[in-house]
């Protein structure tokens, strides 16, 4: 059975507004937090049997937050925007159970930092969406809503299924893989990772502490650009790109040493990408980064990953391992037969490759690449490969994925990344807003 996803011809619906469309009718008195909330709701109500996007919703709490919220102010950004929030991000008055059955029903003490911080910006917490156990790769239930046959991705599966599918305009990720960006490329939205440590992680449930990083799933590169001050708790700009640059962007790129595992499909649409972008104005051209080198960085990122992760866990292991998915206890396990010696080895390779990206961005405004090596395989298969994310995530670098064109299927949807600099990420989201108009990868006419 196929699940029938909203098409471009219904984006116009309540259920498909982005986070800006929903503030502007708020303001205008088009809508109401209430109103809003409705519509969300009777989203959810009509899809979440086919497409399972939430570990934890109630709607009765839903709309007592919509009711609740008082006349906006002007620190409030997302004044009456509902967001979801994965199921590895503390949240005080919601289970928490960082999809584990270890942890069924865990209530934290205290919100996350980044909860406190969208619920201060005017947000709505709409619930809490499903994660692969502790954001590795142990699925949830949650299914793709172009075809619920096929995964959304991992392990921010159910944030990036409930946006692509109208339940909620953003929601929250997390990657320390490829968490954030492969399942919003799956799903056919935009999605944004943070440059490492420019959003706080205290209260979300760690994975590899050296690597972890927030993430946003969303409609639009403005709606990430609205959302991500307010995580990262800096000013809040109003969301919107900053002005046309006088000088061309400047585009490298970069297939990566894993094109071989790219599919036809994926290939043709970086080709296309690239072209559309220089129709624009924009310079294109290779970027020379050391394919032998940079090809260590995926597995530098595993191994990071479970070395840090084995002793992250080491308590669970030791309490509940019968609890945990097979997946979850061979990472702990491989973890603790990783030497210090190896994991420094890791270490030193990323600080390496990082000083030669740096050098290397001194030429180009972004990168260009794959977001995934195709359409998201079917569930039995997995959550599907994160071999383009595993470098930039290793490397810190703040990374943009857009939708853009089709698979093989002609159904699922394919995405492009886009990679800025370290520490680069408003640079990133302006470039990348430019880049979403060459592309015309999502409808703003709604």
Known sequence: MTAQFIEPTQRGLPAWRRALDITAAIDGGQATPESVMEECLERIAQREPHIKAWAWHDAAQSRRAAGALKPRTSVQPLYGVPVGIKDIIDTAD???????????????????????????????????????????????????????????????????????????????????????????????????????????????????????????????????????????????????????????????????????????????ALELAARRMRLH???????????????????????????????????????GRELLGPPTLALIETGRSITDTDYDNARKLAQNCRRIFAATMLHFDLLLSFSAPGEAPVKSEGTGSSTFNRAWTTLGAPCLTLPFGHGKSGVLPLGVQLIGACGADQALLDSGALVERALDATKLNL
Request: glycine fraction near 10%; aromatic fraction near 6%.
């Open 281 to 319: 104005g924009m310079t294109v051209s290779p970027a020379d980064l050391p394919l032998s080198l940079f090809a260590g960085l995926s597995t530098a990122n595993r191994t990071i990953m479970a070395y840090e992760g084995a002793r992250i866990a080491d308590d669970d292991y030791r309490r």
């Open 94 to 268: 919601m289970p928490t159970g960082y999809g584990s059955a270890l942890y069924e029903g865990h209530c934290p003490d205290t919100d996350a930092t980044v909860v406190s911080r969208l619920r201060a910006a005017g947000a709505i917490i709409m619930g809490k969406t499903t994660t692969t156990e502790f954001a590795y790769v142990h699925p949830a239930a949650t299914c793709n809503p172009h075809d619920v046959r096929h995964t959304p991705g991992g392990s921010s599966s159910g944030s990036a299924a409930a946006v692509a599918d109208g339940m909620v305009p953003v929601a929250l990720g997390s990657q320390t893989g490829g968490s954030t960006i492969r399942p919003s490329a799956y799903c056919g939205v935009v999605g944004f990772k943070p440059s490492f440590a420019a959003v706080t992680m205290a209260g979300i449930r760690p994975l590899a502490p050296s690597m972890d990083t927030i993430g946003i799933h969303a409609r639009s590169v403005a709606d990430v650009a609205l959302m991500y001050p307010v995580l990262a708790g800096m000013h809040v700009r109003t969301g919107q790109p900053a002005a046309p640059r006088r000088e061309p962007l400047r585009v490298g790129v970069y297939p990566g040493p894993h094109v071989d595992e790219a599919d036809a499909a994926s290939r043709e």
